[in-house]
Nanobody, 128 residues
Framework: QVQLAESGGGLVQTGDSLRLSCVASGGTFSENVMGWFRRAPGKQREFVAAISWSGSRTFYADSVQGRFTISRDDVANTLWLQMNNLQPEDTAVYYC?????????????????????WGQGTQVTVSS
């Protein structure tokens, strides 16, 4: 059973950068679609970014396009989310997740329901 552990969150100021990491243990996430989601206080969980099992395709929410970059290293069993120019509205708990179906259609990557396993989350707080 693959387990995910996020790290790298923290308290930063507007315009700063953070790099979140998500490390898998108990197995590998190779050939899995991987995604990042976030939940802000009082709001529903929302899609942030996803990467295909091969790493050849990436997808982003409009709100983070151009500022965030998702990447993966299947040898290291690590997923990253590079977040630049952070804004107060990026404040949330960030979760990584994996989908075991490598044939998943790209249009479904933003749906939280497709992901089979999730990490516990890491807090990102951006002060204005």
């Amino acid at each position: 059973q693959v387990q995910l552990a996020e790290s790298g969150g923290g308290l930063v100021q507007t315009g700063d950068s953070l790099r979140l990491s998500c490390v898998a243990s108990g197995g590998t996430f190779s050939e899995n679609v991987m995604g990042w989601f976030r939940r802000a206080p009082g709001k529903q969980r929302e899609f942030v970014a996803a990467i295909s099992w091969s790493g050849s395709r990436t997808f982003y929410a409009d709100s983070v396009q151009g500022r965030f970059t998702i990447s993966r290293d299947d040898v290291a069993n690590t997923l990253w989310l590079q977040m630049n120019n952070l804004q107060p509205e990026d404040t949330a708990v960030y979760y990584c997740a994996g989908d075991r179906n490598p044939r998943r259609g790209y249009t479904q990557y933003s749906g939280g329901w497709i992901y089979d396993y999730w990490g516990q989350g890491t807090q990102v707080t951006v002060s204005s």
